[in-house]
């Protein structure tokens, strides 16, 4: 079975920047490509950020390009969402995903954890 645990959020001034961790089992990070989502009230899940094989190449979402960065730790199996010059439209409650390829949908979700960036 799959468990992601996303820690890392809470409440954030605009400009700050907080990091999102997400820790997961040794076959998991090794296997899976991993990824970030948020979802703001109203609005659906988007994509944020995230690793386009078990690999280094990474994608993002035009909105956080230049300001987030996801990276991995090998040694701990985390994967890490930094987010630099935060905005009040950031405000979402973030997940940590998995999947099984680059090409396929992510199936594995984390519980999520509230990211609130106040003006």
């Known amino acids: 079975q799959v468990q992601l645990v996303e820690s890392g959020g809470g409440l954030v001034q605009a400009g700050g920047s907080p990091r999102l961790s997400c820790t997961t089992s040794r076959r998991t990070f090794d296997t899976y490509p991993m990824g970030w989502f948020r979802q703001a009230p109203g609005k659906e899940r988007e994509f944020v950020a995230g690793f386009r094989w078990s690999g280094d190449s990474t994608s993002y979402t035009d909105s956080v390009k230049g300001r987030f960065t996801i990276s991995r730790d090998n040694a701990k199996n985390t994967v890490y969402l930094q987010m630099n010059s935060l905005k009040p439209e950031d405000t979402a409650v973030y997940y940590c995903?998995?999947?099984?390829?680059?090409?396929?949908?992510?199936?594995?979700w984390g519980q999520g954890t509230q990211v609130t960036v106040s003006s």
């Open positions: 995903a998995a999947r099984y390829s680059s090409t396929s949908a992510f199936i594995y």
